[in-house]
C-alpha cells in the first residue's frame, strides 16, 4: 500500500473518528501513562528528549509529555497531529513517512513505537529501517518501547474475521480482517447516523503480518539488549535498551 493512499485511508475514514475511538481522552492518557510506567517508562530527568513514531493524535506523546519529556511526534496523517498539537502545543509534530524521517542520532532517552504502527509499513525491509534509525537516535542507556497486533500466530476465519472497534447510538465501526501469506487486508466499515439515516463508508488497507521473533531479531541486529519480548491478549510487546557508554 502507498503512502499516498494509507493517508487517504486515514484522511477520509479514520482521522475523524480516531478521538471517537479511544473515549475519554483524559481516561485515555491515564491508561497510556499506566502502560508506559509499566514498560519502565519513569519521569524524565532534566532536558531528557522522547521520540514518538507514529504518534496518531497524542496517546503516548501527550503522557511522555506530561512526564517531562521533550518529546516529537512523527506521523504520516497531518489530521491526527493537528488534533495533537491542539491538545498539547509543548509537543514538536513531524508530518512525515517514518520510512523517510531522520531523528536526532544519540539524544533520545525514550522511543517509543507504540498503537499497531510498524504493521503499517510496506514490508518488513521498512520495519529494518525505521528500527534502526530508532536504535540509532537512543542515547546510551536509552529505552525502545513497541507495541503491535499479533497477525502472525493465529488466523481469524469466517465471521471470526469481523471486529468490532466501537459502537454508540449514532456509530458503529467494526473491521474485517482477510489474511495473506505475509499481509492481512484490513478492511474498516463505519456505519455513521445522520438526520434520523444511516450511511456507511468503507476503506481497505493492508498490515503486515510481523512476528515477535522477526522484530526481536531486527532489534538484536541493531545492537540492542531485549530486557522484554512477549505476546498478551493478541499483542506483541517489546522492550529494548541502547547499552550504556
Known amino acids: 500500500m502507498t503512502l499516498d493512499a494509507m493517508r487517504a485511508h486515514y484522511r477520509d475514514l479514520l482521522a475523524p ?3 471517537w475511538m479511544l473515549g475519554d481522552p483524559a481516561a485515555a492518557y491515564a491508561r497510556s501513562r499506566v502502560e508506559l510506567e509499566s514498560l519502565g517508562i519513569g519521569p524524565a530527568r ?3 528528549r522522547g521520540l514518538d513514531l507514529g504518534a496518531g493524535n497524542g496517546l503516548q506523546s501527550i503522557p511522555l509529555a506530561n512526564l517531562g519529556y521533550r518529546v516529537t511526534a512523527v506521523d504520516a496523517s ?15 509534530v513531524v508530518n512525515a513517512d517514518l520510512g523517510s524521517y531522520r531523528a536526532r542520532v544519540g539524544e533520545h532517552a525514550v522511543v517509543v513505537c ?9 514490508s518488513f525491509t521498512d520495519v529494518e529501517r525505521v528500527l534502526a534509525q530508532a536504535a540509532q537516535s537512543l542515547a546510551p542507556g536509552g529505552k525502545l518501547c513497541l507495541t503491535f497486533r499479533d497477525y502472525a500466530s493465529s488466523v481469524r476465519e469466517g465471521a471470526d474475521r469481523f471486529v468490532l472497534v466501537r459502537g454508540d447510538a449514532d456509530r458503529v ?34 498490515k503486515l503480518r510481523l512476528s515477535r521473533d522477526q522484530v526481536e531479531g531486527a532489534l538484536a541486529m541493531q545492537g ?22
Open 17 to 19: 473518528v480516531y478521538g
Open 78 to 92: 497531518h489530521e491526527l497531529l493537528a488534533e495533537l498539537m491542539r491538545a498539547c502545543p509543548d509537543v514538536e
Open 224 to 245: 540492542l539488549e531485549v530486557a522484554r519480548a512477549d505476546v498478551t491478549g493478541g499483542r506483541v510487546t517489546l522492550v529494548a535498551r541502547r547499552p550504556p557508554m
Open 46 to 48: 532534566p532536558g531528557e
Open 173 to 206: 465501526l467494526t473491521c474485517c480482517l482477510d489474511y495473506g501469506q505475509e499481509r492481512v487486508n484490513v478492511t474498516d466499515i463505519l456505519h455513521e447516523r445522520r438526520d434520523g439515516a444511516w450511511t456507511m463508508k468503507t476503506s481497505t488497507y493492508q
Open 114 to 122: 507504540m498503537g499497531d504502527t510498524l504493521p503499517h509499513l510496506a
